[in-house]
Structure formats: structure tokens, C-alpha cells
């Protein structure tokens, strides 16, 4: 298995005293992004193409990856919208 963390966005009135695990501030971040419909039909294939997808377009368009503790490199957000299911995939650009 891929190692990966649980991630959310809390409201700034929620305490670290209310939460049950690590707590980490990221200051505002610009990402690059793909949707893929239905991902899990195949997700063996189409979530690692995605993110090639995305790494092949910034490097053909000179987009950096930023690669720096302070933020979130890449992560996966799944969602349904009208009854499909969809996964946006991120990756931090410089």
C-alpha cells in the first residue's frame, strides 16, 4: 500500500485541544489540478495517471513542483456531485 495521511481544513475557532491528532498550519498554496470521473473503476491506473498527467504538463509548461515540509506536496480530494464520483488530484506548484 501507498503511505498516506487524512487531511482536513478546520475553522480557525477550532483549538488543537479539540482535535484528535496532529495538528499543521499551511500558509495559502497554489496547486495545479485534474478531476477524474468514477476513479475507482480502475484506480490502479487512472489515479498514477493522473498525476503523470499533471507532472508531463508542468514540465512541458516550465511549472516547478514545490517540494517543501511547509506544505502539502500532492494530495487526493474525493467527492459526489449529481450521483457520480469524482477525485481531484493536486500537486504544489511553485
Known amino acids: 500500500m501507498h503511505g498516506y495521511a487524512a487531511a482536513l481544513i478546520l475553522r480557525e475557532e477550532v483549538f488543537?485541544?479539540?482535535?484528535?491528532g496532529e495538528?499543521?498550519?499551511?500558509?495559502?498554496?497554489?496547486?495545479?489540478?485534474i478531476t477524474i470521473k468514477d476513479p475507482m473503476t480502475?484506480?490502479?491506473r487512472l489515479i498514477p495517471n493522473a498525476y503523470k498527467v499533471l507532472m508531463t504538463h508542468m514540465q512541458?509548461?516550465?511549472?516547478?513542483?514545490k517540494e517543501d515540509d511547509k506544505v502539502i506536496s500532492c494530495f487526493?480530494?474525493?467527492y459526489d456531485l449529481e450521483g457520480v464520483h469524482y477525485m481531484d488530484v493536486y500537486i504544489a506548484a511553485v
Not at 16 to 20: I, K, L, P, R, Y
Open 16 to 20: 488543537e485541544n479539540d482535535v484528535h
Open 23 to 33: 495538528v499543521i498550519c499551511q500558509q495559502a498554496q497554489k496547486y495545479i489540478a
Open 42 to 44: 480502475a484506480p490502479f
Open 60 to 65: 512541458v509548461n516550465g511549472i516547478r513542483h
Open 76 to 78: 487526493e480530494k474525493e
